[in-house]
């Protein structure tokens, strides 16, 4: 299922429920209405001003339907999520599978993940004209549970490669970093959606196991999916110098909208995450035996194209 990524950036905004649509008003000696979004429509609402207030009945009606609502701090990091306590019909069956589930099935699990990421980084690596074997072969050598943690060695020669030698991976500094806080700030909101949509409980992981990590499930299903957003922000950087505005996260929330090409036709990348999501659950209860992952690919469109 797909929906729209709403994100309330302005301060002096009030968000409210009419009708079973979300109202957008100014605050202020003039309150107006500046629009409305359908409920039903909603995949996630981010909520990066800091100036704003919402009414108790509107997080009641987003919980309902199933539609995080993400809480951003600084550099647009998530601190918070708002998600439902009730979710698919099948939901406690599937809360005592991810319990019962044993530790070698969540270190298999883990390293197709794993293997499914660094393939992608492969592929991003190849789109943008740079070598990827590297990334290739540590892909093929993942062993069960990811020991080495050939994720890290990936991701260190990933970075450089990307976006040069002097770049660092940080969530608290400006420029490229803080595209790509923004960009994971919206898959995770996506990913966490498609968590419950399919009866599965975020806090309950298959490799992240912080204890004050209550997304780690969502942390670990959105992991292949991450190289969509640095595909992005690298098109967005090398067509010109850029950072966090109305246009570049424009771009960066639509890159969840298009296809990635699967065995079964093109396929929304917020469609291959639900997918993903339903076919682990499927696998907990032993209804398959596969995860639900589609081949490395990087979505065809153009940042104008995303931009327009």
């Given at each position: 299922?797909q929906?729209r990524?709403?994100?309330?950036?302005?301060?002096?905004?009030?968000?409210?429920?009419?009708?079973?649509?979300?109202?957008?008003h100014?605050t202020g000696?003039?309150?107006q209405?500046?629009?409305?979004?359908?409920?039903?429509d909603m995949?996630?609402?981010?909520?990066?001003?800091?100036?704003i207030?919402y009414?108790?009945?509107?997080l009641v009606?987003?919980?309902e339907?199933?539609?995080?609502?993400?809480?951003?701090?600084?550099?647009?990091?998530?601190?918070?999520?708002?998600?439902?306590?009730?979710?698919h019909?099948?939901?406690?069956?599937?809360?005592?599978?991810?319990i019962a589930?044993p530790?070698?099935?969540?270190?298999?699990l883990?390293?197709r993940?794993?293997?499914?990421k660094?393939m992608?980084?492969?592929?991003v690596?190849?789109?943008?004209?740079?070598?990827?074997?590297?990334?290739?072969?540590?892909?093929k050598?993942?062993?069960s549970?990811?020991?080495?943690?050939?994720?890290?060695?990936?991701a260190?020669?990933y970075?450089?490669l990307l976006?040069?030698?002097?770049?660092?991976?940080?969530q608290d500094a400006d420029?490229?970093n803080?595209?790509?806080?923004y960009?994971?700030?919206?898959l995770?909101?996506?990913?966490a959606r498609a968590?419950?949509?399919?009866?599965l409980?975020?806090?309950?992981?298959l490799h992240?196991?912080?204890?004050?990590n209550?997304?780690?499930?969502?942390?670990?299903?959105?992991?292949?999916?991450?190289?969509?957003?640095?595909w992005?922000?690298?098109?967005?950087?090398?067509?010109?110098?850029c950072h966090?505005?109305?246009d570049?996260?424009?771009a960066?929330?639509?890159?969840l909208?298009?296809?990635?090409a699967?065995?079964a036709?093109?396929?929304?990348?917020?469609?291959?995450?639900?997918?993903?999501?339903?076919?682990?659950a499927q696998?907990?209860?032993n209804?398959?035996?596969?995860?639900d992952?589609p081949?490395?690919?990087?979505?065809?469109?153009?940042?104008?194209d995303?931009?327009?």
């Amino acid at each position: 299922m797909q929906g729209r990524i709403v994100e309330v950036a302005d301060d002096r905004r009030h968000l409210s429920v009419y009708r079973g649509f979300m109202l957008v008003h100014s605050t202020g000696d003039e309150r107006q209405e500046l629009g409305r979004v359908a409920l039903d429509d909603m995949a996630a609402l981010i909520a990066s001003a800091h100036g704003i207030s919402y009414t108790n009945n509107l997080l009641v009606a987003l919980a309902e339907r199933g539609v995080p609502f993400v809480l951003c701090a600084a550099n647009h990091k998530p601190v918070g999520m708002l998600w439902p306590l009730d979710g698919h019909h099948l939901q406690a069956h599937r809360f005592d599978a991810q319990i019962a589930c044993p530790l070698p099935t969540k270190k298999r699990l883990w390293a197709r993940l794993v293997k499914a990421k660094l393939m992608q980084q492969a592929t991003v690596l190849e789109a943008t004209g740079l070598a990827a074997a590297h990334l290739k072969t540590l892909a093929k050598n993942v062993r069960s549970g990811d020991p080495e943690n050939l994720e890290a060695q990936g991701a260190r020669k990933y970075w450089g490669l990307l976006f040069g030698t002097l770049f660092r991976r940080d969530q608290d500094a400006d420029g490229l970093n803080a595209l790509l806080n923004y960009g994971y700030t919206v898959l995770r909101a996506a990913t966490a959606r498609a968590v419950v949509a399919a009866g599965l409980h975020p806090s309950i992981g298959l490799h992240h196991s912080h204890d004050n990590n209550a997304m780690r499930l969502v942390d670990d299903l959105m992991e292949p999916f991450r190289p969509v957003v640095d595909w992005t922000v690298w098109q967005l950087q090398h067509n010109q110098p850029c950072h966090v505005n109305p246009d570049t996260k424009r771009a960066l929330v639509k890159s969840l909208y298009l296809d990635l090409a699967t065995p079964a036709g093109n396929t929304p990348v917020l469609v291959a995450i639900q997918k993903l999501a339903t076919s682990l659950a499927q696998v907990l209860t032993n209804e398959r035996t596969a995860l639900d992952l589609p081949p490395p690919c990087v979505p065809a469109a153009h940042v104008q194209d995303m931009r327009d």
